[in-house]
């Protein structure tokens, strides 16, 4: 047995994060931890990855207790953490982070830059991903800040590497790079634990289940031997149906038109035109490049474009300054972001000073920030988004994921938007909590919100969209009405296959 923790318990104050748990990982097996936000699988990993130090239990690697005083001691166990939330200096080059503590040095002291740069082309061509070690992490994009975490645990000689969510900014062929890499090494006796909400990935991926609930571990397996109806009802103890969400698309066409973009550009987007209605959840996808984290950003005035946006007949204006994203809102359009921990939180405030942030920066009068009021809204989306918090004046990082984004998704709530743009809306939270998303995007579409969902995961625009924009190269590939919105067909069309001639490359 490769790693064997026995009895692991880990408190913080009087909470039991992890209730007596035992874990084990073979030699070149993939492992998947499963579980709701909050259930104990980071805490748990934390703690065999050096970040904490348990209560009691005891850990051995190839039979032999250990134990994990830091980071650093787990690393010399050959044990990697690829967290959720990217630890990237933005500042530092490519190459920089990946060394960043265990630089090559010449004979002579000076840091060998040539010989770190070489290692880090190698495990990229590995990977079979193009990313300049030249370059500053802080240009990069989200996928590709992901797949540098992803070859930063690469880079050394790890024989157990635990990865967090790490699909969360990998578009389709991310994906099977990364498991095509992964079972490439499982061959060479490395072992993965991988933490995912996204069952398709895990039945793809992984050997065997550990599942935890508040804590402790409920049950452990085979994927063989379960389906993903089953792994959900052994998580939150009974079956999510998706029968309940349908959607309204009889009447959109027939509703006032909310939202107007007309040949809207901008870097790798080049020509989109589209019309939002009142009570429409309109769903818009494609590849890494296709212009949708573009086209999200100029909705939100974050990007210049050229083009015409217009919300309720007022034209908007193309040029993103610092002051027109509060403009945008205080016109009715308010955004959950992407990446939440880059974009969505700002992780010095409290959980109530974030939930307070949208409504400030849409009111037109912010000379005086009313306590009382601030509570109030606070309790209201609290009560409405069941959003689990100890004291609302604890900091937003003690949440977990899943209650994180609650508190980003009442936020903008409480700006009282006509347009709601959403962006990766579930990203990194688990099956329960998505499922109350979606109810709340549907019910907010009932009160005739008009819904703009940013996603790359079909089974999500199944779920709440009337109709979807599939973008390939920065253009409107192909708008599918609710009837044509299957998953062949939105592959179909993200790919491009539908146009002659096409250049793969």
């Known amino acids: 047995m490769l790693l064997e923790m026995k009895n692991i318990v880990m408190e913080f104050g009087p909470v039991k994060a992890v209730d007596n748990v035992d874990f084990t990982v073979r030699e070149g097996e993939i492992v998947g931890l ?17 970040v904490y130090q348990p209560v009691s239990g005891t850990i051995s690697i190839d039979g032999k207790p250990v134990v994990m005083r830091n980071v650093r001691t787990a690393g010399d166990y050959g044990i990697r953490f ?32 040539q010989a770190m740069r070489v290692k880090c082309l190698e495990v990229f061509r590995r990977m079979k991903v193009q ?24 880079l050394f000689q790890s024989q157990l590497i635990i990865m967090d969510e790490p699909s969360t900014a990998l578009e389709t062929e991310d994906i099977e790079n990364l498991f095509s890499i992964m079972r490439d090494l499982k061959k060479q006796k490395v072992s993965f634990v991988y933490i995912s909400h996204k069952m398709p990935e895990l039945f793809e991926i992984c050997d065997t289940y550990f ?74 996808t494609g590849l890494q490049g296709s212009g949708r984290d573009t086209l999200a950003d100029i909705l939100f005035g974050v990007e210049s474009y050229s083009g015409t946006l217009k919300v309720h007949g007022k034209e908007m204006s193309h040029k993103a300054t610092t002051r027109s994203v509060p403009q945008y809102m205080q016109n009715g359009i308010a955004m959950v972001p992407r990446m939440r921990a880059e974009r969505g939180i700002h992780n010095d405030l409290s959980v109530l000073d974030n939930m307070s942030m949208g409504y400030l920066d849409a009111a037109k009068d912010r000379r005086v920030i009313h306590h009382k009021q601030e509570n109030e809204r606070f309790e209201r989306e609290q009560d409405a988004l069941s959003i689990k918090v100890g004291s609302r004046n604890d900091a937003i990082t003690s949440l977990s994921s899943g209650n994180q984004q609650k508190v980003i998704m009442g936020k903008w709530l409480e700006t009282n938007a006509d347009v709601l743009l959403l962006d990766n809306p579930t990203q990194g939270i688990d099956v329960g909590t998505k ?32 109709s979807c924009i599939v973008l390939f190269k920065g253009e409107v590939n192909k708008v599918l009405n609710r009837q044509e919105l299957t998953e062949k067909n939105v592959m179909y069309y993200s790919t491009g296959a539908n146009l002659e001639g096409l250049n793969h490359e």
């Open 131 to 154: 990313i300049n070690p030249d370059a500053i992490v802080g240009d990069l994009s989200a996928a590709q800040k992901q797949l540098v975490e992803i070859a930063k645990a690469l």
């Open 435 to 466: 499922f109350q998303i979606y109810r709340l995007i549907l019910q907010l579409a009932e009160e005739g919100k008009a819904i703009i969902v940013f996603s790359s995961e079909y089974a999500e625009l199944y779920k709440v969209c009337d």
């Open 211 to 284: 599942i935890m609930v508040d804590g402790r571990l409920t049950a452990h397996g085979s994927f063989a031997d379960i389906n993903e109806e089953k792994a959900t009802e052994l998580m939150i103890g009974h079956n999510l149906s998706s029968n309940e969400f349908d959607t309204h698309t009889s009447h959109i066409q027939e509703s006032e038109v909310v939202l107007t973009a007309e040949h809207l550009q901008s870097g790798d987007l080049k020509d989109v035109s589209f019309t939002l209605h009142k009570g429409e959840v309109l769903g818009v």
């Open 82 to 113: 690829i967290h959720q939330e990217l630890n990237l200096c933005k500042d530092l080059s490519v190459t920089d982070n990946m060394f960043l503590g265990n630089e090559l040095r010449k004979n002579n002291g000076f840091l060998d830059h």
């Open 34 to 50: 499963m579980g709701e936000n909050g259930a104990g699988k980071s805490t748990l990993m934390n703690v065999l990855a050096g």
